[in-house]
């Protein structure tokens, strides 16, 4: 089992929805990233948190580490949201800040 | 600019072949990691590097080496290539210091190995 795991895989979602992506972990940790990885492949962070609740533009991530989960929203989706979008974890006990990743999930936003 | 460049962006080789791949960073930052890419796997640590006289394995570094020539420069070499090595890489930065920090990604290289 993966020490971090995102769900959905996959997700369609149509122009104007409210779209929630999950994650979920084992271990414990300093601080959660939420990442971008638009089609080109570049990756672009989004947000980094350890606790409560962080808000940029269309796009909210909420962690809670008493049961390592964290979510990230996106409100009003548009066609430019189509990403994937991953989530990774800062492990306690790991030095500086090297990240443990899930696989990602395929966001696609239909017009 | 970009803050965290790589070259090349794309290769194509042979196995057998040696393979480096460069990145270097404007942050001023003194850390710096390399991951791998693959379908269904995910993103996966290589190495990283905390400052210049530091060099660490991360959870997949067979077949692997670098160097870190300054602050801003962290390279990946594949002695000799193999099929299994393609992938999408990509180099990262981030600050020193207590606490946790965010990263910063270079756009990635896309190796192909024949």
């Known amino acids: 089992k993966n020490e971090v795991e995102q769900s959905p895989q996959n997700l369609t979602a149509q122009e104007g929805e409210f779209i929630t992506i999950n994650c979920s972990y084992s271990?414990?940790?300093?601080?959660l990233h939420w990442l971008q990885q638009h089609p080109g492949g570049g990756i672009v962070s989004l947000f980094m948190l350890s606790s409560g609740k962080k808000k940029h533009g269309r796009l909210i991530a909420t962690i809670n580490i008493q049961e390592k989960h964290s979510s990230l929203h996106i409100t009003a989706s548009h066609p430019r949201d189509s990403a994937v979008y991953i989530c990774?974890?800062?492990?306690?006990?790991?030095?500086?800040?090297?990240?443990?990743f899930g696989e990602g999930t395929q966001l696609t936003v239909n017009p | 600019d970009a803050d965290v460049t790589q070259t090349p962006r794309n290769r194509i080789t042979k196995t057998g072949k040696r393979i480096m791949l460069e990145c270097s960073q404007t942050k001023g930052h003194d850390r710096m990691y390399w991951y791998r890419q693959d379908p269904g796997l995910g993103l996966r640590l290589i190495y990283y590097s905390f400052d210049v006289k530091d060099i660490n394995k991360g959870e997949i570094s067979d077949g692997y080496s670098v160097s870190r020539q300054a602050q801003a420069k962290f390279s990946l070499s594949l002695e000799s290539a193999i099929p299994n090595q393609t992938a999408l890489y990509f180099c990262?930065?981030?600050?020193?210091?207590?606490?946790?920090?965010?990263?910063?990604f270079g756009p990635g290289t896309r190796l192909t190995v024949t």
């Open positions: 990262a930065t981030s600050a020193s210091g207590t606490g946790a920090h965010e990263q910063y």
């Open positions: 990774a974890v800062i492990r306690r006990e790991t030095s500086g800040s090297r990240l443990t």
């Open positions: 271990v414990g940790i300093s601080a």
